[in-house]
Nanobody, 133 residues
Framework: QGQLVESGGGSVQSGGSLRLSCRVS????????LGWFRQAPGKEREGVAA???????SYLDSVKGRFTISQDNAKSTLYLQMNSLKPEDTSMYYC???????????????????????????WGQGTQVTVSS
């Protein structure tokens, strides 16, 4: 049984930085794509960044150049380094492990950051990020 636990959220000023961490356990990394999603009040959950087992990455256009996703397999931890934060980045951030068989077979690719159905994903509990002007 897989389990993901996020940490590192907080409140920062515009232009500041935060690093989110997601401790991952109980999964085979070769069978999952790891990613970060966010959901602001009244808005749909959206994909922010993802990384596959080979270290290839994909980012939401609005965070490119500001956010960096990485993983440390030795520590079983996924990270999201967020720099130059903007108020519009304010959201609840969730890490997720998405089963690889959700992708490719139906023409859906992980690089597209599509929100996965719950049956294909293991979700963390979320960590709040608030960016003030």
């Amino acid at each position: 049984q897989g389990q993901l636990v996020e940490s590192g959220g907080g409140s920062v000023q515009s232009g500041g930085s935060l690093r989110l961490s997601c401790r991952v356990s109980g999964i085979n990394y070769n069978r999952y794509v790891l990613g970060w999603f966010r959901q602001a009040p009244g808005k749909e959950r959206e994909g922010v960044a993802a990384i596959d087992s080979d270290g290839n990455t994909s980012y939401l256009d609005s965070v490119k150049g500001r956010f960096t996703i990485s993983q440390d397999n030795a520590k079983s931890t996924l990270y999201l380094q967020m720099n130059s934060l903007k108020p519009e980045d304010t959201s609840m951030y969730y890490c997720a492990a998405v089963r690889s068989n959700f992708y490719y077979k139906g023409g859906t690719y992980w690089e597209q950051l599509v929100l996965p159905p719950d049956d294909f994903a293991i979700w963390g509990q979320g960590t709040q990020v608030t960016v003030s002007s």
